[in-house]
Structure formats: structure tokens, C-alpha cells
């Protein structure tokens, strides 16, 4: 059990932890970790407010962000001790690590969600399949059917238990699947 230990000091700093931040200030705890030449990864979203002076990106993990290094050069760079940190995220008092493959695959679908965030709905046809970005329709497969009032909403085919069910969801909520 002791060598586990030990292996896992020895290589910290290839494993990246998750920050958990007070609501609204990621992008003011990102810019302070940089300040602190503190690694991070900050997943955002492009979005298209309707206010012109609003920002033009949102966190994909509200409340979170990453950080890079040994756990001993974190706390010594007193990281929980900036405006808007709450701290590491932690099971059992230890902070979770996070493997890069892991970060990897976060980056790959903040990619894949910004290439899709763009996408107008004329440009869908009938039978496509599409992903729904509402937490709850989360993991149902979906066909692209039609558009209704003019851009603003669109039917969608979920398939469910073995039958499709026709449902309306924003436009701005379906994104074209690639596969």
C-alpha cells in the first residue's frame, strides 16, 4: 500500500485536479492561476448573446476549472487562497486526480460542441441524427424532422424504449451528429 503511495508522489504532475470556484468567477480565477504561472484548462463554449456587451463565452463546467502540477507546488503557490476559489475538489480529504486522457476527451467535445454551436437548422434534413444539449434529454438518440416557426424551433424523432416520439426543442439546442 506504501509503494502506491509513493508512486503516486513521484508523479503528481502528470495528472491535473479540478478547482471548484464561486459561481461566476472562472474566468477571474483563470486569469489569477495564470498570473501564478499555475497550468489550467478552462473548457468554454462560444455562445451568441443578444446583448452585444455580454460575453461571448460560458463555461462547459460551471463553477470549474483545471489546474496542472504537484500537489505541494499548488499549495504553495496558496491557490485556495484566491479571490473566487472555494478549492480542489476532494473525496475522502484527498484531491481527485484527473488523468490527461481524460482532459483530452474534454477538449476533443468542447471542440465538437464549438464547431456545432454555429450550426443553422436549414442546414439539417430530414432523417438527420442529432444530438438535443438539454440535461434532460441527455443520451436519446434523435432524427432531425423538421423546423417550425420560421428558425426558432425544430421536431425532433427520440427514440425511446424501441418507439419514436416526436418532440420540440429550441433550435439552438440541436446540434448535427458526426460520426
Known sequence: MQTLVEDRTISDNNFWYALRTKPNFEFI??????????????????????????????????????????????????IGLLRGVI????????????????IEVVRRQVVRENSNAHLDPTQLHRGDR???????????????????????????????????VRFQVDADQVSKRAF
Open 29 to 78: 480565477v483563470n486569469s489569477q492561476l495564470e498570473g501564478h504561472q499555475v497550468k489550467t484548462y478552462f473548457p468554454c463554449l462560444e455562445v451568441s448573446p443578444v446583448n452585444p456587451r455580454s460575453k461571448t463565452q460560458k463555461p462547459y463546467f460551471p463553477g470549474y476549472l483545471f489546474v496542472k502540477g504537484e500537489l505541494g507546488q499548488l499549495y504553495s503557490k496558496r
Open 87 to 102: 478549492g480542489l475538489v476532494k473525496f475522502d480529504g484527498i484531491p481527485a486526480s484527473i488523468s490527461e486522457g481524460l
Open 130 to 164: 442529432v444530438w438535443i444539449n438539454d440535461p434532460i434529454l441527455q443520451g436519446f438518440e434523435a432524427q432531425f424532422e423538421r423546423c417550425i416557426n420560421a428558425e426558432e424551433r425544430v421536431a425532433v424523432l427520440l427514440s425511446c424504449m424501441g418507439r419514436k
